[in-house]
């Protein structure tokens, strides 16, 4: 079941310095494809499981968690699984909203 986190509980897992893994490296990978399709279900997001793109991830400072920035067809939005590295398994999901997280135009 999938569990979306707060502002406070997902700002609590930034450590910095983040750092953005490149293409090829992995950090403790586990698999999100069922969470993903648990929270497509919950939230109304224009398009289906097949058209989501991972655009980042990030690794916190301290390597106790990591972000996976998913892009679902809104412009500045992502959906961000957050994965906890100790436990390796998801600790929930928060949906960035870029736009109104820095006052981005819908268009920038």
Request: aromatic letters at 10%; zero cysteines; hydrophobic letters at 45%.
């Given at each position: 079941m999938s569990s979306e986190l707060s502002r406070e509980d997902y700002l609590a897992t930034f450590v910095e310095p983040m750092r953005r893994l490149a293409a090829d490296e992995t950090y403790k990978p586990i698999r999100?494809?069922?969470y993903v399709a648990d929270c497509l279900r919950k939230f109304d997001a224009p398009v289906t499981r097949?058209?989501?793109e991972i655009q980042h991830v990030y690794l916190n400072g301290d390597k106790s968690f990591y972000h996976v920035l998913?892009?679902?067809?809104?412009h500045n939005?992502?959906?961000v699984?957050?994965?906890d590295c100790?436990?390796?398994v998801v600790h929930g999901h928060y949906l960035l909203d870029l736009n109104s997280e820095y006052g981005l135009d819908e268009m920038d």
């Open positions: 999100i494809g069922d097949d058209q989501l998913i892009h679902y067809g809104l939005r992502f959906l699984i957050v994965v100790r436990r390796e």
